[in-house]
């Protein structure tokens, strides 16, 4: 997959895996590594799906409405991608951090729904439910911070809540955040993952 991929100050250090919204590219969310953790080692990778020019994650139907084999393929293939890359790269696969915007966000949770080690934890802003009537693997001890906005008009509030009462159901520990705002990421968000971050173990 089309990425960049920048040592931080260790190799042993977390690994932030930053995954953009549809249309974006993996230029977008670097901003935000000198927010959460500057001395991060960064994976930051471009969807393979391209929509009308607009690269994403995966498919879907319809805005909202997700190609739900073609999500379970992506999935795993970036879930392959990032076994690839760390040995590739040399980074700790057991330390990877999503963070996710969006489409970046849907395809971060999506990881979390289908492979119990995928990320050690992920801060998903504006993220949807990836899936509905699975079984997700035991997730005890994974941190998931979720941002999202009161008056979201692609991810009504009721998702973000369901988001939080799956992924709380499968043993994470999840923090839900929101903002008196739509479908963007804000300075606020961004401020507060930084706070949850901090408190990881
Ligand atoms: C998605 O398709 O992942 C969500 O609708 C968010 C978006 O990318 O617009």
């Known amino acids: 997959m089309k990425h960049i991929f920048k040592e931080g100050e260790s190799l042993d250090s977390p690994t932030l895996l930053l995954l953009h ?3 974006g590219t993996e230029e ?31 498919k879907r139907l319809a805005e909202g409405v997700f190609d739900e084999e073609d999500l379970i393929f992506r999935t795993k293939e970036l879930y392959e991608f ?8 040399g980074f700790d696969r057991q330390n990877v951090i999503a963070v996710g915007y969006s489409n970046g966000a849907n395809i971060a949770g999506s990881l979390l729904f289908h492979y119990q080690d995928s990320l050690r934890a992920a801060s998903l802003h504006h993220p949807m439910v990836p899936r509905r009537g699975i079984d997700l693997p035991d997730l005890s001890g994974k941190g998931v911070f979720i941002a999202a906005g009161t008056n979201d008009p692609i ?12 992924l709380s159901g499968a ?7 929101w903002e008196s705002q739509g479908h963007q990421l804000n300075l606020g968000e961004i401020k507060a993952a930084q706070d949850w971050y901090q408190q990881l173990d």
């Open 21 to 23: 919204g549809t249309g």
């Open 82 to 89: 990032l076994d690839q890359a760390a040995k590739d790269y």
């Open 155 to 166: 991810c009504p509030a009721q998702e973000s809540e369901d988001l939080k009462a799956i």
């Open 28 to 58: 977008d969310l670097l901003p935000l590594v000198d927010y959460i953790d500057p001395t991060a080692n960064v994976l930051s990778v471009r969807g393979n799906v391209s929509e009308n020019g607009m690269p994403r994650y995966f």
């Open 171 to 177: 043993g994470a520990d999840v923090k839900l955040h």
